[in-house]
């Protein structure tokens, strides 16, 4: 009536169920019950209802853990070794709608007249970026009573505590981030910063704009099919409250093909002679590695934003094991079968050849 199932089974199936896209716990329930359960490793049949109770209960410490130990293998096998700095980035997002409230994480989405539409899940990650490889390694909830600014300094502090202070050089983060509390606890954990400027520094933005309008770009450089030109400069008077003795500011206008312009300013403590212009206009653009290889891959490729149980640990466990899937699988594609001089799979040509070796060969018919 009340089996015994170790935790390590239960979790290698959810873990599994990530890497081959199956993370509903039905999903997971329909493969341990398949006759593809001895391929993955699983040693017995369980429903949804034990991921369920298990979920409920685990203890998110061993997973983050293990993502941390995970990346941190990766930086001693050289996995970044084409890279010259290592960045972190963070950010926050909304994951996993649901209809009705029910757990401490719950926030009420409302439209414009106040009425309640659902309710939607909130996270900080902090991934590996700059570096050709994006690895996701830690998520930080946020309720209600909570913010994505205060998470997000929890989760910068815990991922830094956990890879080693020397792990990264720099932490890249939007301009809601660019407030001299953030940038003193990046500084106090050994990280320089690289922050989007934009009007919520006024006096900064100001004197940026005032500085750089008409004047000719410091340096202009070619990115891959763009033209860039970079106005530079790094003796910015600090505001008020921050410690620092100048500020650096980078605006950038990059010419696309098609004849678009985007422009934007950035601020940071690195000084001119460690990272050139160019350098900073790359670790500027790694910010977007959270955007698109974190919350999107995680989101349309991986179970991201699919709530398996509405419970506020099993939604913690759920994005904890959807990252750790995204870590595993590109660290796997993209360097271990990497070697030689073929290419790599994609993504979903992994993903079917994984789940094509599922089933056992059928023995033969000699009926
Ligand atoms: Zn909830």
Redo the contacts with the bound molecule.
């Keep these: 009536m009340r089996p015994h199932i170790r935790a390590s089974v239960l979790l290698w199936a959810l873990l599994i169920g990530q890497v081959l896209r199956e993370w509903s716990f039905h999903g997971v329930e329909a493969l341990v019950r398949s006759p593809a359960r001895r391929a993955l490793g699983v040693s017995r049949r369980f429903g949804d209802d034990a991921l369920a109770y298990f979920t409920e209960r685990l203890d998110p410490g061993p997973t983050r853990r293990a993502l941390a130990a995970t990346v941190r293998r990766a930086k001693r096998n050289k996995a970044f070794d084409g890279a010259r700095w290592i960045g972190l980035a963070v950010d926050g997002t909304g994951a996993g709608r649901?209809g009705g409230?029910?757990?401490s994480?719950?926030h009420p989405v409302k439209d414009k007249q106040g009425q309640l539409l659902g309710?939607l899940?909130h996270f900080s990650l902090i991934s590996i970026v700059g570096t050709g490889l994006s690895l996701p390694f830690d998520v930080e909830p946020y309720g209600p009573g909570d913010s994505e600014y205060a998470a997000s300094q929890r989760l910068l502090a815990r991922a830094v505590a956990a890879v080693g202070r020397r792990f990264a050089d720099y932490v890249v983060a939007d301009g809601e981030y660019a407030t001299a509390p953030f940038l003193h606890a990046a500084g106090d954990l050994g990280l320089r910063v690289v922050a989007r400027l934009k009007d919520n520094l006024p006096e900064l933005s100001a004197a940026a704009q005032a500085r750089f309008t008409g004047q000719a770009p410091t340096e202009t450089f070619e990115e891959g099919a763009d033209r860039i030109e970079a106005w530079d400069a790094e003796d910015f008077d600090p505001w008020e409250t921050l410690r620092w003795a100048t500020v650096r500011v980078l605006r950038y206008r990059q010419h696309k093909p098609d004849g678009t312009v985007i422009e934007a300013f950035w601020l940071t403590d690195w000084p001119v002679r460690e990272v050139g212009s160019r350098a900073l206009y790359r670790m500027a653009k790694s910010r977007w590695e959270i955007e698109n290889q974190g919350f999107n891959d995680g989101k349309t490729r991986h179970g991201l934003e699919h709530l398996c149980h509405?419970h506020a640990n099993s939604?913690l466990m759920g994005w904890l094991l959807a990252i750790f899937a995204l870590t595993i699988e590109r660290l796997y594609r993209l360097r271990y079968l990497r070697r030689g001089t073929h290419h790599p799979p994609t993504a979903i040509d992994l993903v079917r050849l994984l789940r094509l070796h599922l089933c056992p060969p059928r023995p033969p018919d000699t009926s």
């Design positions: 649901s409230g029910g757990c994480l719950c309710y899940h509405h939604v």
